[in-house]
Structure formats: structure tokens, C-alpha cells
């Protein structure tokens, strides 16, 4: 089994969702032997925006015809890494009420027609269902479902949205929310997110049992 781990954070030791996503990797390597866990940090390697000079290589078909495009340095192994993958876990903080430019870069290299999506005459179809998708989350506001700020939320909805069009079912998010509000709701919110964790992994160690 192969688990890709992304984080996309640029605030280094600091950040939540790294702290949490690696307690998570961690976790998940406990409980299935064997585990192969491929990295990639969208901070320490950045993937180049997609743009029009790396179109016509990322996206040919939708390239102007005869345009010729650059080398997509650090992206290339981003779709191979996503489709091989069984588990995928990744570090997103809430940067401006959306998610990192890096993360989004990312998704720009993995969301492609013909590999993860398609159109049909009956409407979209995913091509990437079968994967589990965490999303380890963090934010400094209050975001979540009922909180004032809620339709402020274009990280999560946008993640759960993204993946569920590539055919993913599987979406779980671990989140700490509310890290800005002081040095209490920061301690409380990382605690609650180091807490449902263990949720999150036991399916997974129950299947090994079995």
C-alpha cells in the first residue's frame, strides 16, 4: 500500500497542519506494515504555476495549436504520484480564506481530463475513485459548519469539491480551527485535532486484523 503525504504550509516547524500531518503519517505507518510513504513538500520543492509557456506540456489539449511549451520542472511526477497512491494525506492551512498557492499548483498538475476526470454526454466522471483522501486542516478563524464565518470557508469546500469531482468518496478531514484566538483555543484546537486522530486511523488497523 502507498500513502503520498503532501504539505503545502510555508510557515516551516511552526505550522499546525505539518505538526498534525506528520502525527498522522506517523500513526498510519504504525498500523499498516509495509506502508510506503512517498513526500512531497510543496514549500521545500515547489511546483511552477501552471501558465501559458507550461500549458501546451501540462495540458496539451488545451494549448494554442502549434504552441510549444517549456519543461514542467517538479511536475511532472506529481499525477504518476497521486494515481499510484492508495492513501493520500495532505497538510492545508486556510491562507486568506482559500488554500497555499503551492497546493493549488499541485492540484493544477493532478486534475486533468482523461487521467482523473472526464466529461460524458451524461455529465463529469471521475476517474481517481478508489483512494482515501485526508485533509489535515488548520485555520486561525472559526470556519466550521454553523460558526459566523462559514461561507468564508473556500479551503475545506474547495478540497471536499476538488477530490469528490476526480471520483473520490473517501474525503476525511482533521481539523484545528480557531489557532489565532489566543494561546488557549490554539493548545484546545490542536489538542481536539491530535485527538480525533486515532478515528481516523483505527479502520485501518482493523482491517489489518482481519
Known amino acids: 500500500m502507498k500513502l503520498l503525504h503532501i504539505d503545502s504550509s ?4 511552526a505550522s499546525a497542519s505539518r505538526q498534525l500531518s506528520a502525527v498522522l503519517v506517523a500513526a498510519l505507518k504504525a498500523a499498516i506494515p509495509g506502508l510506503e510513504v512517498i513526500r512531497r513538500d510543496l514549500d521545500t520543492n515547489p511546483i511552477p ?6 500549458l501546451p506540456t501540462v495540458r496539451p489539449a488545451n494549448a494554442p495549436a502549434g504552441a510549444i511549451g517549456i519543461a514542467d520542472e517538479g511536475g511532472g511526477d506529481a499525477l504518476d504520484e497521486f494515481l499510484s497512491a492508495d492513501i493520500v494525506v495532505i497538510g492545508a492551512p486556510m491562507y486568506n480564506f482559500g488554500i497555499p498557492s503551492q497546493l493549488k499548483a499541485w492540484i493544477d498538475r493532478i486534475a486533468i481530463a482523461g487521467k482523473t476526470f472526464r466529461y460524458s454526454e451524461s455529465g463529469p466522471q471521475g476517474l481517481a475513485g478508489g483512494k482515501k483522501v485526508i485533509v489535515v486542516s488548520s485555520r486561525g478563524g472559526l470556519y466550521a459548519s454553523g460558526m459566523p ?11 471536499s469539491a476538488v477530490f469528490a469531482f476526480m471520483g473520490i468518496e473517501d474525503i476525511e478531514i482533521v481539523r484545528a480551527e480557531g489557532l489565532a484566538l489566543g ?4 493548545e484546545a484546537a490542536m489538542r481536539a485535532a491530535l485527538a480525533a ?6 479502520p485501518f488497523a482493523t482491517r489489518r486484523a482481519a
Open 197 to 202: 486522530i486515532p478515528s481516523v486511523v483505527t
Open 49 to 54: 504555476h501552471l501558465d501559458s509557456k507550461r
Open 183 to 186: 494561546p488557549e483555543p490554539h
Open 149 to 159: 464565518f462559514e461561507a468564508n470557508d473556500f479551503q475545506e469546500k474547495y478540497l
Open 10 to 13: 510555508i510557515t516551516g516547524s
